[in-house]
């Protein structure tokens, strides 16, 4: 096989805007002649696909939940990092970048890491703008607090459910597009497999969770934005849906996977205790750090908490 990133020449800093001048446009009047095709409706595939369609394309969406409000998204807590540098405390681009990098031990690819930092402050905007109510100071500017170790106040969130109000506003994004006709919405539905034609995506074969049929639908691209895959380890919080199972069907079709060893690990967990609980649960990630409080089980515990 061979490996290609496809990551865009040029200076680091350059590559992706360089890549993105270079590419052809398509003219707003031809968009309406694309269908787009998203699996998947969590904070990739909800943003995705309601951005799409806001852009003129049309896109079926699909999830295998009831609503695509039910994506696995749903589970995230601690918030968001943009290089806004609001708290003034030195944060940039640049160090947004170099800690993303450090932070996921140097394998991930230096040019999408730094497109990731470029594009931060604007994720942020455009979350605001679908109305996600992000902590604000007193003053009413939108707040900050360090997280993951970083040396810098850079991550946005709402209280202890970020990925909720994330997901909230991708939704709602969403339903705007679906209201107007730009996206068709089938939910309950699993992908099975991908069709190819010539070496590219071109459609899907999804089962019918409510009738049990098979289904076919084409288009001139094919997202996959299927999130996790925390199921295939014995133990996982992860949602029953986190299966990996739309990336093993593309892989089957010849795409590469790479990096399974990018998993988080969850260190605030309860065991399964019952018959009655199919997977490990989450505590709140507010029980770390800042948000603990220490309880000795014996009184006169004096081991510092
Ligand atoms: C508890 C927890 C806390 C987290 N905290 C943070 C945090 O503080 N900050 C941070 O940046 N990140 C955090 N994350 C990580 C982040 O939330 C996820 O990486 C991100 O939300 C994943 O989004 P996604 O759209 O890729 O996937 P998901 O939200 O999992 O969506 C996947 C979608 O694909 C669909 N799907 C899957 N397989 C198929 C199939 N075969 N056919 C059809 N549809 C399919 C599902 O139905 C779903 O709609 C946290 C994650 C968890 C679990």
Redesign the pocket.
């Known amino acids: 096989m061979n490996l290609d990133a496809k990551a865009p020449s040029g200076e680091l800093k350059d590559k992706w805007t360089k890549h993105k001048f270079e590419s052809k446009l398509v003219n707003p009047a031809n968009k309406r002649k694309f269908t787009v095709i998203v ?7 909800g943003s995705a696909a309601a951005t799409l369609a806001e852009l003129g394309y049309n896109v079926l969406s ?4 009831d609503s ?1 409000r039910r ?3 749903i ?6 990092n943009a290089a806004k540098n609001y708290p003034n405390d030195g944060d940039s681009v640049k160090r947004l970048f170099y800690d993303t990098i450090k932070g996921g031990d140097y394998r991930a690819r230096e040019a999408n890491v730094y497109r990731l930092a470029e594009v931060s402050n604007n994720i942020i905007d455009q979350m605001v703008s679908q109305g996600v109510p992000f902590a604000r100071e007193y003053g009413g500017y939108l707040d900050n607090r360090s997280f993951g170790g970083s040396q810098v106040s850079r991550t946005f969130y709402a209280r202890g459910q ?2 909720q109000q994330l997901l909230l506003g991708a939704y709602s994004g969403m339903m705007k597009m679906v209201s107007k006709g730009k996206i068709k919405m089938f939910n309950r ?3 099975m497999d991908l069709v190819t034609v010539n070496g590219k995506a071109r459609g899907i074969i999804v089962r019918n969770l409510v009738t049990g049929e098979l289904e076919k639908y084409a288009a001139d691209a094919v997202l996959l ?4 895959y925390g199921n295939v380890y014995f133990l996982s ?2 949602a029953m ?2 299966n990996a ?2 990336a093993w069907r593309c892989y089957k079709r010849g795409a590469a996977f790479a990096n399974p060893c990018f998993t988080q690990i ?1 260190p605030t967990c309860i065991p399964v205790h019952g018959d009655y609980q199919s997977k490990l649960t ?1 505590m709140s990630e507010s029980l770390r750090n800042d948000g603990r409080v220490w309880v000795p089980k014996k009184q006169g515990d004096t081991r510092k908490p």
């Open positions: 699996v998947g409706t969590g904070l990739a595939g699909f999830c295998i939940q695509p994506a696995h998204s589970a995230a807590q601690g918030g968001i970020t990925g539905r699993e992908m934005c299927t999130g996790g919080t992860n849906t986190s199972s739309a969850h989450l």
